[in-house]
Each structure stands twice: as C-alpha cells, then as structure tokens.
C-alpha cells in the first residue's frame, strides 16, 4: 500500500511511519519544514514539504494521487493559540478529506481527540481545540466517496506501548502511550471493515490486532 500522512513529522506519525515502513508499505509523509525531511528519511518515509495552512485543494490533491489510503495525524500542537487550531485542526484536515476526495483516494484515517465536539462550550484554548477537532470530524463523516474511520485518543503519554489497550465506541476517560496509538493506527489503514467509525482509545487489555478485529466485527 502506498499511504500518506498529514502531519509527517508528528509525534504518532514518526512512530506510525516506521510501522508502515517495516511491514512493507510505501509511506509519504507531508511536513512544513525542510529541516524535517531527514527524521523522515530515518523512519523510512517519503517527505513531502506542503505547508498544509497555505496550499491549494489541487496541491494536496496532486500528492495524494496514486495513494491506497490517507492519514491525517496533523495538529497546531502545544502552546499554539485559537486561530491555529482552526487553520490546522479544523481547516487542514478539512482540506486533506476534500483532497482526498478528489485524488480518488477513499480510505481515510483521522487522528481527533477525545471529547471532540463543534458543539463544546468554553472560552480556554483546549475549548477551541476540541470545537476544531469537532467540526473537521462532522466534515468527514458527511463525505460519502471517503471510506472513513476516526479515531479519538486519550490523553496522550510517551511511556512505551503495551500493545493493550481499549478500542470501543465509548470508553471513558484514560490514557494511551503514543506508541500503542500508531499501533492501532496501522491496523486501522488495512482494515476497511471500520469504515463509518468514529473509536476512542485507551490503554486496555486487549491485543491491538484483536481489538481492531473486535470493532471491525459489530
């Protein structure tokens, strides 16, 4: 498969990259900064240097064509304000789902959060964050040519991954080691029985592979 990931140079999508690399995958990774193209390079994927908060819908389009599937796995980050959320977590991954659409690519895979709502009330950063991560979320759903699933995260950790954890529609509040995040995100590109999902995840104790085969099965 040939797959690639909005937000190369992410957290989840380094760790996701090399996964894909080992098991064979043809991966690209869309990052902002040339600087970034070697940690791609070392993960064993392609850099793609597209500047998501600026590019046109026929830009990305061109570098997804030829794709078997899309990852968006791109966030403004810690310490960014208001207006990055909606130009990163709400606008580009808008862009990316359209792009996709249009490059023919269906499967579709995004990274959201727990709790992410268009709806979610507040005044604090966090607040539009998860108003951001709602509304890109209702964007994709409503795309009938994109095999979509959404995954939504606990609070984030870098402790390792077990490689248990809790994948179900709800879960409850909890906590998943970025490395068990990519595990599931690997599994959920190759397995397009989870499209129509939107899953939340944390640390359990089931099997990666065995949790995805569970949701894929309801």
């Known amino acids: 498969m040939r797959i690639v990931i909005a937000g190369g140079h992410g957290q989840i999508a380094l760790r996701l990259e090399r996964l894909l690399a080992a098991r064979g995958d043809e991966v690209a990774g869309i990052i902002r900064r040339p600087d970034q193209i070697d940690d791609l390079r ?13 590019t046109s819908l026929d830009e990305v389009a061109e570098r997804l064509r030829g794709a078997d599937a899309a990852v968006f796995a791109a966030g403004a980050g810690p310490g960014s304000g208001v207006a990055r959320k909606d130009t990163v977590d709400k606008d580009a991954a808008i862009l990316f789902a359209d792009a996709a659409v249009r490059a023919g690519v269906r499967r579709h895979v995004v990274v ?6 268009a709806r979610h009330q ?19 759903r409503a795309l009938s040519a994109l095999d979509w699933t959404i995954l939504r995260p606990g609070s984030l950790t870098n402790d390792a ?40 995840l944390v640390s359990g104790s089931t099997p990666v592979t065995v949790a995805v085969k569970s949701v894929a099965g309801n």
């Open 112 to 117: 959201s959060s727990m709790g992410a709502d």
């Open 122 to 140: 507040g005044d604090e950063v966090f607040d539009a964050y998860l108003r951001a991560k709602g509304a890109a979320d209702d964007h994709v």
């Open 42 to 54: 070392d993960a064993g994927a392609e850099a793609i240097v597209l500047d998501m908060e600026s």
């Open 161 to 200: 991954g077990k490689g248990l954890v809790r994948l179900e529609a709800h879960t409850g509040r909890g906590t998943i080691p970025r490395d068990d995040v990519a595990a599931v995100l690997a599994e959920l590109v190759d397995t397009p029985a989870t499209t129509g999902l939107t899953l939340e």
